[in-house]
């Protein structure tokens, strides 16, 4: 279906189209509840908040794996990108000083754990910390989580293949991005 939209689909991220469309409607009901009750976990972001419906039904959440966002940022500090990982009840974070290249080293810094809601948010920030967008999403399985690594193998729309955040102490933000497309997908 990404194919019809223009957009190419590496072979490795090829998805069936396993989904139903009552599946997405049950997603959609449950995503305009959710919208029109703000609740304690997602306070901060404004009152204006829509969740993100994903056009063409392809990436709904796979209960059995994680999730990830990478969110462009334009915050009054500039830009940057907001790597997410769903880890439990809470997204492991970091900014990237620039948008996600395949085989290049990024400088990036470890954030404070994010909500959820992140994961299908889009728009402004409360106390003035800027505005958000997504610009990839999908699925995660982990390879490899420890204090001094995380490696993951990504299926999203944009990224598809191997990423691996390592604790660089030697460069700024202590950590470093790297994006390899295709690998172990």
């Not at 223009?6 to 509840?33: W, Y």
């Not at 976990?41 to 392809?58: E, F, H, K, M, S």
């Not at 982990?142 to 030697?170: I, Q, Y």
Request: glycine fraction near 10%; charged fraction near 20%; proline fraction near 8%.
């Amino acid at each position: 279906m990404l194919a019809m939209l223009g957009a190419a689909v590496p072979p490795s991220c090829a998805r069936q189209p396993t989904r139903v469309a009552a599946a997405l409607a049950i997603r959609h009901q449950q995503a305009d509840k959710a919208a029109a009750k703000p609740t304690e976990y997602n306070r901060g972001i404004q009152a204006t908040y829509q969740p993100i419906r994903d056009p063409v039904g392809l990436f709904l959440p796979n209960p059995v794996m994680s999730r990830f966002v990478v969110l462009q940022h334009q915050s009054p500090r500039g830009v940057h990108w907001d790597f997410m990982l769903q880890r439990g009840g809470a997204l492991a974070t970091w900014a990237l000083g620039q948008e996600p290249v395949p085989h290049t080293a990024i400088s990036a810094e470890s954030l404070a754990d994010h909500r959820l809601v992140y994961l299908d948010y889009e728009g402004p920030i409360s106390g003035g910390r800027g505005t958000v967008a997504r610009w990839d999403w999908g699925t995660y399985d982990s390879l490899r989580w420890d204090a001094e690594e995380v490696v993951v193998r990504l299926a999203g729309v944009r990224l598809c293949g191997e990423v691996r955040v390592t604790r660089t102490p030697d460069q700024p933000g202590g950590w470093s991005f790297l994006y390899c497309p295709g690998r172990g997908g």
